[in-house]
């Protein structure tokens, strides 16, 4: 993480808006009102709304609840292959004019005119990196170097998609936003290299993803010691190995208690026992 950022705001938790379509508004402003200061979404209206996430913030900050400064703004940039009709960029531009022409757009949908972490969605193929996350990332190394962005980074990375970013990047890697399992140590290898190069992980689906994991007796027995949910816990396990934690709930009993869980520490041996669940046998 750049000093320049962590100066400027460093989110503890953030909240998701994706798959929220006509709630989006709605619930984006609750999560403000619950106290989340950090939103992501993307340019990508398949699975966003991200002039609804503009409308919540544009109200938040019109009502007095929230100042520009106080927010911490993520979007992406999010490839044809990932979209569907709704494009926002010209799908014939070279892929740097596309870059600019989603970014200038989300610029417009959120109603402001900086945004603090700009992502790529995802490579442009499965395995490695193509001609075309080359010239999307120069673009958005553009957009930093314009002052339009305060960090940019990566989405949905293999380990060795992430070591070869590393490589070719110019600016600064800041992010990385992964699902993050369980039974791959909870991403292990990519957040390693994460430590290795001052990238923040921001990890996603840490319940979704883990359901059979978080049934485990272990982690209730966790829950039960520190009188919190599961969910509390694995948000907190998050936060204290380095995970920055992703939720999207649409309940405000949830977005309250996710918060919360910076109210109490988990011993480093429960830290531990959490790090490694998928690989206790009887806990199943
Ligand atoms: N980069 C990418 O490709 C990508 C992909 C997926 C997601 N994301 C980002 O990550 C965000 C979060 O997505 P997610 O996949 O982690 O799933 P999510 O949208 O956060 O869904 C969590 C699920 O767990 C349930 N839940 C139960 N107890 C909960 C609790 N205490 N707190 C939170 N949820 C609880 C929720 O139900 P309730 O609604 O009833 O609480 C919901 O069904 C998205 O909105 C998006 O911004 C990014």
């Excluded at 953030?14 to 609750?30: C, P, S, V």
């Excluded at 009993?253 to 490694?276: K, N």
Aim: charged share 25%.
């Amino acid at each position: 993480m750049t000093g320049e950022l962590e100066e400027r705001i460093m989110p503890r938790f953030m909240y998701g808006t994706a798959w929220k379509e006509d709630e989006t508004t709605r619930l984006t402003r609750l999560a403000l009102e619950c106290g989340f200061r950090a939103i992501d979404t993307a340019n990508q209206r398949k699975h966003y709304y991200e002039a609804g996430v503009g409308e919540a913030v544009g109200g938040a900050i019109d009502d007095g609840l929230v100042e520009r400064d106080e927010l911490f703004l993520q979007t992406k940039f999010t490839y044809v292959a990932g979209q569907d009709h709704r494009l926002p960029y010209d799908a014939d531009a070279p892929f740097s004019h596309q870059v600019e022409q989603s970014f200038n757009k989300s610029l417009e949908h959120l109603g402001v005119a900086f945004i603090d972490s700009y992502i790529l969605h995802g490579p442009s193929r499965r395995m490695g990196l193509g001609k075309a996350d080359r010239e999307v990332w120069r673009a958005m190394e553009k957009l930093l170097e314009e002052g339009n962005v305060g960090a940019i980074g990566v989405s949905n990375v293999t380990a060795d998609q992430l070591r070869q970013f590393v490589d070719i990047a110019e600016a600064p890697v800041a992010f990385v936003q992964n699902r993050c399992f369980a039974r791959a140590g909870w991403d292990r290898e990519v957040r390693q290299i994460c430590d290795a190069n001052d990238i923040t992980y921001q990890g996603f689906s840490l319940l979704t993803a883990n359901v059979r994991e978080l049934q485990s007796e272990a982690i209730s027995e966790v829950a039960d010691r520190h009188e919190r949910t599961i969910a509390q816990v694995v948000f907190r396990f998050a936060v204290q190995v380095g995970i920055l934690p992703l939720t999207g709930t649409t309940s405000e009993q949830h977005m309250r208690e996710d918060l919360a869980c910076s109210e109490f520490d988990l011993e480093d041996e429960e830290l531990e026992l959490i790090e490694s669940i998928a690989g206790i046998p009887d806990t199943f």
